[in-house]
Nanobody, 125 residues
Framework: QVQLVESGGGLVQAGGSLRLSCTAS????????MGWFRQAPGKQRELVAN???????NYLDSVKGRFTISRDNTKNAVYLQMNSLKPEDTAVYYCNADSVLYWSGFSLKGDYDYWGQGTQVTVSS
């Protein structure tokens, strides 16, 4: 019923920038929190940044001052601007939508934790 599609990953040199985009599709009524997680090889998935529907952001300490999260509620989209990238930022980045209300027929239903397919970000030294 709800799908997340990401774009914008790639290969960049240390110090460079990338912008990730994620759009949620489906008969969406509202999304509470949208965000980005990442998972590096051999490591657990970690929250990079998220943002509430009201626009309040939250960041992983190691990306504060370098990454900026934003969202467009009219498009059900979330973005992650990543500047001053470091090799340790290399990971698969996943978009997440939490507490989603959507229409199923004429009924409003809710669900948690939708995930995108992931996009690879590689930062070379």
């Amino acid at each position: 019923q709800v799908q997340l599609v990401e774009s914008g990953g790639g290969l960049v040199q240390a110090g460079g920038s990338l912008r990730l985009s994620c759009t949620a599709s489906g008969r969406i009524f509202s999304i509470n929190t949208m965000g980005w997680f990442r998972q590096a090889p051999g490591k657990q998935r970690e929250l990079v940044a998220n943002i509430t529907s009201g626009g309040s952001p939250n960041y992983l300490d190691s990306v504060k001052g370098r990454f900026t999260i934003s969202r467009d509620n009219t498009k059900n989209a979330v973005y992650l601007q990543m500047n001053s990238l470091k090799p340790e930022d290399t990971a698969v980045y996943y978009c997440n939508a939490d507490s989603v209300l959507y229409w199923s027929g004429f009924s409003l239903k809710g669900d948690y934790d939708y995930w995108g397919q992931g996009t690879q970000v590689t930062v070379s030294s």
